[in-house]
């Protein structure tokens, strides 16, 4: 059975958020345009939702923020608990 945390995390995200998951876990280091541009893949997606979506991931522990001397680039690497969850949760379903 799972754990609470696992299910809470299974039922707060949502398919843009498997999206940017798995495109972190992909670059290793994303930059807000990557973010953008996994995103928006369909149709262009604004910087708001962008933000919404790794402001989510960040407050659920599964990114982070690196923290840089110049911010004019915000970068993000996942937690060890995303890679957990893309390894265990994304990864088995992505067609290769």
């Excluded at 708001?48 to 690497?77: H, N, T």
Aim: glycine share 4%; hydrophobic share 45%; with cysteine.
């Amino acid at each position: 059975m799972m754990s609470e945390d696992v299910l809470e995390l299974l039922r707060e995200l949502r398919q843009s958020h498997y999206v940017v998951l798995y495109a972190i876990y992909k670059l290793k280091v994303a930059c807000h345009i990557d973010v953008r541009e996994a995103l928006g893949r369909e149709r262009p997606v604004s910087g708001r939702y962008a933000d919404y979506v790794l402001e989510k991931l960040k407050a659920l522990g599964l990114v982070e923020e690196i923290s840089r001397p110049r911010r004019r680039v915000r970068l993000f690497i996942l937690t060890d608990k995303g890679r957990w969850f893309v390894e265990t949760f994304v990864l088995p379903f992505i067609k290769k």
